[in-house]
C-alpha cells in the first residue's frame, strides 16, 4: 500500500464529495489505503442522511499522503469550529497533497491555508468563497485548481475529477485511465473549463 | 418527503454504486428519505474501507418506493446469501421500483427477479452476468434497462445516471436537471449507450 489517503468528515458532509474520490483511490485494490477522520471517531450523519464511521479522531490520525476536506450543506457551521480549523492548519504543514471539493475550500480558505493562492470552489455558491481568506485568487471557471501542494475543486462531482488527476500524479496516468474506465466515470480532465460555470453564472 | 429510497448494503460493496444514487435522491433536501438497510443494522465495510451505518436490518426496514442495490467486490459472496436472495424476492414483491447498479443485477437475476426481462450489468465482467437468471435478455450496450418496475444499471457511475432518471419518473424532470446542475454531474441521459461498452468489449 503506497498512499494513505485521510478524508475528512463533519456533520452534513455532502455525500458524493467524499464516496467519489474514496472510489476514485479505493477502486483499484492495494493502490492506496483509505482513512476517515472526524473530530471524534464514530458515526458522521451525511448531509443526504446515511452515517459513516470516522475511523480516526483528530486526536488519533495516522499520518496522510493526501488529505480530502468535502463541503456540504454543514460547512458554515465549520466555517465557525475553531478545533477543526486548528487540526486542518496543523495536519495541512505535514501532509504532501491537500485537497478540497466543493465548498471544502471555503474551510481551507478561512484556516488561513490559501492566502495568496490561486483556489476554485463550487459554482452554485461560488460568491461566497470570496469571503474567505486573504490575497486568494478565485478562479471561477475552473474544474480544479492546484497551486502547490493545494488542490481545490469545483463542486461535487469535480472533486472525482480531481482525485483521478491526484491519482495519475501518485500512481501515474495509465493506472488513473484504468480507474476512470472500471468506474465508468466520464472523466472531465480539462481543469481550467468547469461545465458548469456558465448554468450557474460563476463566470 | 414525498419517498423513501432503501438503499441495500453489505461488505464490500462499491462505495460509487450506494452513494452516488444516495446523493442524486438526496441532493435536495426534502425531496427524497434515504435509508441504508444490511441484513442486520450497524456497520457494514464497502470495498474501498470506509464503513458505513445500515440505518436498518432486514427485520425492520420500513416501506420503500425504491429499492437500490448496488454491486461491488462483495457480489460474489451474496450470490450464495439465501437470506439476502429472499429477502430481495420479498421486497421487490412489495416495491414500486426495484433498481440494481453495477454487479448489483447479478443479485437481482440470481433472486429470479429478472426472469424473461431485459437488463445489463457492469461493462468489465458482463459475460458474468449471463450465469444468472432464466431467459434474461442481457443488453450489453445499455447504459441502463428499463422493463416494468425493474431498473438495471452499468457499472458504478452509470448507476447514478439512472438514479436521476428514477428522479424525473417521480419528481420531474426539470428537479433531476437541478439535481444533477447542483451535483456538477455530466449525466448520460441516453440509457441506450453505455460510453464504456466498447471500452470494455462488452458488446
Known sequence: MEHTVGVVLYPGFESLDVFGPVEAFGCIPGLFRVVTVAEEPGPVASGQGPRTLADHGFADCPPLDVLVVPGGIGTPQQIENPTLLAWLTRRAAETPLVASVCTGSWLLARAGLLDGRRATSNKMFFANAREYG???????????????????????????????????????????????NAMEWTWVRDAREDPFADVWGAA
Chains 1, 2 share one sequence.
Open 134 to 180: 486573504r490575497n486568494v485568487t478565485w478562479i471561477p471557471r475552473a474544474r480544479w485548481v492546484e497551486d502547490g501542494r493545494f488542490l481545490t475543486s469545483s463542486g461535487v462531482s469535480a472533486g472525482t475529477d480531481m482525485a483521478l488527476h491526484v491519482v495519475a500524479k501518485l500512481a501515474g496516468a495509465d493506472v488513473a485511465e484504468r480507474v476512470a
